[in-house]
């Protein structure tokens, strides 16, 4: 998805501009319960690469880790 809903292109930003965004993940109902890491990483089309994720209190990188989540399959029915 494009930020902001394609009204904040990345081409726009400012090196240490902070950009909010929300999406929601739907997870597919195989999934396989257990721990996952949600990472992030910021593609440029025009540069055609991933670009380097600066955050605070994390080294600059290609991808930074937004959270761990655990997956837990679904109830048994009856349950």
Avoid at 9 to 25: F, K, M, N, Q, Y
Avoid at 54 to 64: E, N
């Amino acid at each position: 998805p494009k930020p902001g809903h394609g009204f904040c292109p990345i081409d726009t930003w400012l090196p240490g501009e902070s950009v909010r965004d929300r999406h929601a993940l739907l997870l597919p109902a195989t999934l396989p319960s257990g721990d996952y890491t949600l990472r992030l990483e910021v593609f440029s089309p025009r540069q055609a690469q991933s670009l380097p994720i600066a955050a605070p209190h994390a080294p600059p990188g290609p991808s930074l880790e937004l959270s761990r989540i655990t997956v837990r399959g679904p109830a048994a029915s009856g349950q």
